[in-house]
């Protein structure tokens, strides 16, 4: 969820970090939203990691403010890629390559920076701020099965329940083509 404060740095400075770790540690991907950057001075926006080059890049996607946005990393070619992919909004931000090769996904970690004391934060606009993140999933895109929610299961076993209490009744008819 990105307020509308975020919208500039004047009210507060705020970053908060979506991290992909990656096989054996040495490589990440990282998403997320800033309005106050260093490595991109004046960014207001999400921001996602290119590990081949240890900086942050701008991925040039519109804000939905005071609304939820959708943020994905993913493993190009399958569960052991060799680049990511930064998804906002359902639509292809920036595809980079891993600095290390390939890897798989071994966590997730969830951040928020905060500015209050820290020198090497110039020109930051200390405030306190909440970061909310919601349906956060270690799982990569590529291997992603769909699981039914509890509600489904729960319809399934009733249509059930019923198909079995209609075959023990005799309703059940049977029809040849």
Request: aromatic residues 12%.
């Amino acid at each position: 969820y990105v307020p509308g404060s975020w919208a500039t740095a004047a009210d507060g400075s705020a970053s908060t970090l979506m991290w992909a770790q990656l096989g054996g540690g040495n490589d990440y991907g990282i998403a997320g939203f800033t309005n106050y950057s260093q490595t991109i001075p004046g960014e207001v926006g999400f921001i996602g990691w290119n590990d081949s080059t240890s900086s942050y890049e701008a991925l040039n996607a519109p804000v939905n403010y005071n609304a939820w946005n959708s943020l994905e990393i993913g493993l190009v070619n399958g569960i052991s890629g060799t680049a990511l992919e930064y998804l906002v909004n359902n639509s292809l931000a920036a595809t980079v390559p891993l600095r290390n090769g390939s890897g798989a996904f071994t966590g997730t970690i969830m951040d928020a920076i905060n500015y209050f004391g820290d020198p090497n934060t110039t020109g930051a606009v200390p405030a306190n701020y909440t970061a909310t993140w919601a349906n956060v999933s270690g799982t990569p895109v590529s291997s992603t099965q769909a699981t039914p929610e509890p509600a489904t299961w729960l319809l399934m076993a009733c249509g059930a329940a019923g198909i079995a209490w209609a075959r023990k009744r005799g309703y059940c008819g049977s029809a040849k083509l």
